[in-house]
């Protein structure tokens, strides 16, 4: 596994490429929440009229040893943007392209509560566009010579309060989304059914986070670590695992509209226990 130093060296030999503003620890190594064997995240603050790419694979081939490929801004999608996968001393290392201003725009809409979902590559709920507010404010900047993280997450702790709004209103479209679920169950269309339940329990999921004051970077574990927010929950993320795994294949219609209702059911006293702290 990749050793602390050698971490920082790989963050020194990238920052110094031109255009490299800023490098920072993302992801579950940033939170404490990382297993033996995740993957390194590396969030690369990026100016975008100065950004030297052929230096950013000369950099990548040098630090992996072997090359690499290495997709510039846009070329991992719109949103996820670019950067590269190496493997430094046996681990998973990946360097992720973030333009500045981008960061910096997205910042004041989390700030002002607003958000949008896009879709995007490796994101089957979409990509919630504040995202980038969010891991610019949970990261651990390892090279940050003009201190522009420390200045891009200045606002954001605490957790912006007309954000929280916002993803709590949000919950009518869980609602929504469940409801015609509901409507379906005759049909037995499974997919579609799951598809549903799932969805809008991530929603509410992101809505109890966000009463949580807890950042989200990505849907990977957002449901079941509401368990882990210092909130009483209702018991949400045990529930949510309970309702989601009565979706079985096995199913009468009339279990299937069982299974349904009780996502539905969760939904609204998702909404009903925000609203009352909201």
């Known amino acids: 596994m990749i050793s602390d130093d050698a971490l920082q060296q790989v963050a ?19 939170r404490g929440t990382h297993h033996a064997d995740s993957d390194v995240d590396l969030g690369l603050t ?26 510039g801004p846009g070329g991992w999608g719109p949103w996820v943007d670019g950067g590269a996968w190496l493997t430094v001393d046996g681990t998973a290392v990946d360097l992720i392209l973030r333009d500045a201003d981008r960061v910096r725009e997205q910042r004041d809409r989390a700030i002002r509560g607003q958000f949008a979902v896009h ?53 009518w479209n869980a609602d929504f989304i469940v409801g015609g679920a509901a409507k379906a169950t005759s049909r037995g269309d499974l997919a579609y059914l799951q598809l549903c339940c799932t969805t809008a329990l991530m929603w509410c999921a992101h809505a109890w986070h966000a009463e949580a004051g807890v950042w989200v970077t990505n849907e990977k574990g957002i449901v079941p670590e509401v368990a882990r927010l210092p909130l009483d929950t209702q018991d949400f993320s045990a529930r949510a695992t309970t309702a989601l795994a009565g979706l079985g294949p096995d199913l009468s219609p009339d279990g299937l509209e069982a299974a349904v209702r009780t996502v539905r059911e969760l939904v609204t006293a998702t909404q009903e226990v925000l609203a009352d702290e909201g």
Not at 55 to 71: F, H, K, Q
């Open 119 to 171: 879709q995007q590559t490796g994101h089957p709920l979409g990509f919630l566009d504040v995202t980038y507010a969010a891991e610019v404010a949970t990261c651990r900047p390892l090279v940050d010579p003009d201190d522009l993280l420390d200045e891009l997450r200045a606002d954001l702790s605490p957790y912006p309060r007309a954000l929280r709004d916002a993803l709590v209103e949000h919950l």
């Open 12 to 30: 020194e030999r990238v920052a110094a490429v031109p255009g490299i503003r800023a490098v920072a620890l993302g992801g579950s190594r940033a």
């Open 46 to 71: 990026y100016d975008a009229a100065a950004l030297d790419l052929p230096a950013l694979r000369t950099a990548a081939r040098e630090i992996a040893g072997t090359p690499v490929d290495v997709a």
